[in-house]
């Protein structure tokens, strides 16, 4: 688990150990979420009007329902200035992915999108699963191989293939859609890995149980990987994952896996088993769903 290739968030590489899990082979799509909220009547966070008091100098036009959506600038942009093409949409949420105006119509097969982790934790719980570690995602993300780059080896596109939704081009404002895909696809439209699994990196991020940790390991040395393997890692504590450079808002941080659309060569190299972020929990985006696992009893 791990890689010291990349970024170095996710160093060490150690040894790890899971025990046995069943991982749903494709992440939720917006049929399977649109049944449970007909269920349960489920109301997603982004379709709720955050409290002001818990965003303190947040301004006003923030105060309604809606969700960060992309929005491809027309020309180069500071790379280094996410505002630049993510915009608060008030309206946007999982029926309207784009906005007021936007739907799900053609979708019914595409990763359900705008889901807060409680969101995705409440489907989990109706569906008798859970939300994976990330120990248990990267295992499964992996497919079988140790030590690679990417969940098929380690050449992003062997040959020009196209393996995984990401961005070919010049992210944010030049998208090649090489891979067939401006956004999201549906599930299973590329070749699964070794596990059968499909979509473990590209589409979109996936949310894991675990609290962020800026060790990959909290408590491990990152200057050398442990000699003994680490049974059933877990994340930090709920208030080492706060965000230190907003000390004003104590909001918990969960870790999110597996990349997405919006990963490019040369912006967020995320398209990987190893690859890590943290993302508060009550965040939706236009990139960010789940899939669900179930553990099985120790024998």
């Known amino acids: 688990m791990g890689s010291d290739r990349f970024y170095p968030e996710e ?33 997603t966070m982004a379709e709720i009007a955050p409290d002001p008091s818990l965003y303190p100098g947040m301004p006003a036009s923030l105060a309604a329902p809606g969700s960060l959506v992309f929005v491809k600038p027309a020309q180069p942009v500071e790379i280094g200035d996410p505002s630049a093409w993510w915009r608060f949409i008030p309206g946007a949420d999982w ?50 191989l140790e030590g690679c780059d990417y969940a098929w080896g380690d050449v992003l596109a062997p040959s020009g293939a196209m393996l995984a939704n990401y961005w070919q081009g010049l992210f944010p404002f030049a998208n090649q859609s090489l891979d067939g895909w401006e956004g999201t696809s549906p599930v299973r439209s590329f070749a699964p890995n070794g596990f059968g699994l499909y979509d473990m990196v590209g589409n979109v991020w996936e949310w894991t149980q ?7 390991h909290p408590g491990s040395d990152r200057r050398k990987p442990s000699c003994c393997a680490i049974n059933n890692p877990r ?6 994952s706060y965000d230190p450079e907003q000390p004003g808002t104590r ?27 943290p993302e508060t929990v009550e965040t939706s985006t236009a990139h960010l769903g789940f899939r669900c696992v179930v553990r099985l009893p120790v024998t």
């Open 210 to 216: 675990d609290w962020w940790s800026e060790a990959s």
């Open 95 to 144: 029926r309207h992915p784009a906005g007021p105006g936007s739907s799900i119509a053609d979708l019914d097969d595409h990763p359900v999108v705008h889901i807060a982790y409680s969101d995705a934790e409440a489907f989990a719980d109706w569906a008798g699963k859970a939300l994976p570690t990330e120990a248990e995602f990267e295992y499964a993300a992996r497919g079988g």
């Open 11 to 43: 160093a060490p590489p150690r040894r790890v150990k899971v025990d046995d899990f069943w991982i749903d082979d494709a992440l939720v799509t917006n049929r399977e979420f649109a049944r449970f909220v007909a269920e349960t009547g489920h109301v």
């Open 251 to 277: 909001i918990g941080r969960k870790v999110i896996k597996g990349g997405s659309h919006l990963c490019a060569e040369n912006y967020c190299r995320r398209y990987r088993p190893a690859a890590r972020q």
């Open 235 to 240: 994340g930090g504590k709920v208030f080492h």
